[in-house]
């Protein structure tokens, strides 16, 4: 038997879904908006992006005890066009008013060719894929950003000064949909603080400590700042996101935005019809011609070509079919939930 720091409990993506459903509506979330809490979170985990998984649920606990994620919200339109729309999400958590937006945005561009949407006054949204996913089942072509609070900065600065910034682009195909989903930094907040509790190193180069120096803690990385992919470019790329996603949408810029794990600045996205430009079949006899010319390239000793997504998908079908691995250190978090909430504790299928 594997020793308890190193144990892995596995879960059916059901049971996790069915306890973080009933954690979010003791915490006081309507039954509906808890359903959509619980399957994108666990969604993440699923793709194998644990860091924006069920570990965030005792985030989100601490801040609803705080007063600062707002349970029962009223989302109200703030602006709309036949083509455009703004979101207000009441101080709610981001999932809720992001997928509302996206569902819109796919209907408004099915009419109109192209449609772009936004959402403000919101905390933590978990993993863009989850709503330009939804374009490219659809058979349009999203692009998706947000803007967070600062954790973002190059070496000698003492302040973090962007945040992680993520950016989501998904392609519709003839069968699985490409699917680019990254932060912007080398590694996302969430990897740091699963090395945190797992008490591990983080390589260098990942993040530095508040004196701006290179550091391998995860605990002087959370404190300190991370570093950006591409460094100077990153950074500026960061830049722009926050604009786009801050003070485009009238929402709040990162330096605005308090450092807490839950939150979030705005949400912007972009969706259009791929037939804006060419044929519907002609794109698709593209794309998917692309596609083989692309994993035909000859690689080293038989290295396979991956196209942005396929890991992911490959990793959603394995834990559909085998359970999600959790740490034995959130599954504890979790049982630690569990208790305060007064909820039954997820049940592991197996443990490794």
Not at 168 to 194: E, F, V
Not at 203 to 222: I, Q, S
Request: charged share 25%; with cysteine.
């Amino acid at each position: 038997m594997a020793n308890n720091m190193n144990s892995k409990y596995i879960f059916a993506h059901s049971e996790l879904e069915r306890f973080s459903r009933e954690a979010f509506i003791r915490a006081g979330f309507s039954r509906e908006h808890a359903d959509i809490i619980a399957m994108c979170l666990v969604y993440a985990n699923l793709r194998g992006v644990d860091s924006h998984g069920v570990v965030r649920i005792p985030l989100y606990i601490e801040g609803i005890r705080r007063g600062d994620i707002n349970t029962r919200p009223s989302l109200s339109i703030a602006r709309e066009t036949s083509f455009s729309l703004l979101i207000r999400g009441d101080r709610t958590l981001g999932f809720i008013p992001a997928l509302e937006a996206t569902r819109r945005a796919i209907l408004k561009a099915r009419e109109a060719g192209i449609s772009v949407v936004g959402v403000i006054d919101i905390w933590h949204l978990g993993m863009l894929a989850i709503y330009t996913r939804e374009a490219a089942l659809s058979g349009l072509i999203g692009i998706a950003m947000a803007n967070a609070a600062p954790n973002i900065g190059l070496h000698g600065f003492l302040e973090p000064v962007v945040g992680t910034n993520p950016i989501s682009i998904a392609i519709p195909t003839g069968g699985r949909p490409i699917i680019l989903d990254m932060a912007l930094s080398i590694a996302a907040r969430g990897k740091i603080l699963l090395a945190a509790k797992r008490g591990e190193r983080i390589p260098v180069g990942w993040a530095l400590n508040n004196r701006g120096e290179d550091t391998t803690d995860p605990w002087e990385a959370l404190e300190g700042m991370l570093l950006p992919i591409g460094l100077h470019k990153g950074f500026g790329l960061a830049m722009i996101i926050d604009i786009i996603s801050g003070i485009l949408l009238g929402g709040r810029y990162g330096l605005e935005i308090e450092r807490v794990w839950y939150s979030q600045g705005g949400f912007f996205m972009l969706v259009m019809r791929p037939d804006l430009f060419v044929n519907y079949k002609e794109y698709l006899r593209r794309i998917e011609e692309y596609i083989f010319r692309v994993k035909s390239i000859p690689t080293a000793s038989g290295r396979k070509i991956l196209l942005p997504g396929e890991i992911e998908e490959d990793t959603m079908e394995k834990r559909m079919r085998d359970g999600i691995p959790l740490d034995s250190e959130v599954y504890q978090d979790l049982l630690r939930v569990a208790k305060d909430l007064g909820v039954d504790p997820p049940k592991p299928s197996n443990r490794v």
